[in-house]
């Protein structure tokens, strides 16, 4: 029982994230020119999952500037961005390679997230700085197709969303810490009840 216990410690402390809304892998179509004013926000849902674990975003392009990634609701005028509810990446260099299926990945999240509520992912670079968000022309996908909006005013007004042309990503999430361990406990649990059960008959005499 010691060794199921550990397994359990091991297991809810190194939960692997779930891809819960994926474009990454779709071709690369073209990319939306980003600045200090012009940010990007791309939707995803949350599903049945309350935690954040990772973001993998197809940015590249970029100059000698820094950026910011950040997550906002959707409780915007007609669905656009909100409000902020967590930032995931602050200060970050911009990614000045010209690959254009260059990743930049936030991984380590934890952040918490409604279950079946819909978010932004939104890409903004600081003061001076420039790069670039690829977009694809597919709306296939893990999560999509998924709404896209933009800003010319540095948030102040969002553009209407719209499901075409979505920008590449990957959002990975993890369930309830309390939620995982539960459903490890009860698997450990029931093997552990089969395995006890075995011995007891084999010691009778007879086999199951």
Request: one cysteine or more.
């Amino acid at each position: 029982m010691a060794g199921a216990l550990a397994l359990l410690l091991f297991t809810t402390t190194g939960r692997a994230g779930v891809p819960i809304a994926d474009s990454l892998h779709q071709p690369f179509a073209a990319s939306i020119g980003l600045s200090e004013s012009t940010w990007a926000g791309q939707a995803f849902s949350s599903g049945s999952y309350t935690a954040l674990e990772a973001v993998h975003l197809n940015l590249y392009g970029g100059n000698n500037g820094t950026f910011s990634v950040q997550l906002w609701d959707a409780n915007g005028s007609g669905g656009t961005p909100g409000s902020i509810v967590e930032t995931l990446a602050s200060g970050w260099a911009n990614p000045t390679t010209p690959d254009t299926d260059n990743v930049v990945s936030i991984t380590g999240l934890n952040v918490s997230i409604t279950p079946f509520t819909t978010y932004y992912v939104v890409v903004r670079p600081d003061a001076r700085s420039t790069l670039r968000w690829g977009y694809t022309d597919s709306e296939s996908g893990t999560g999509f197709p998924s709404e896209f909006t933009f800003t010319v005013n540095s948030g102040g007004a969002w553009s209407s969303p719209d499901l075409n042309d979505p920008q590449r990503m990957r959002v990975e999430a993890v369930p309830e810490p309390s939620t995982w361990a539960i459903g490890v406990l009860a698997g450990l649990t029931l093997a552990f009840a089969r395995r006890k059960l075995t011995v007891t008959n084999c010691r009778t005499g007879t086999q199951t």
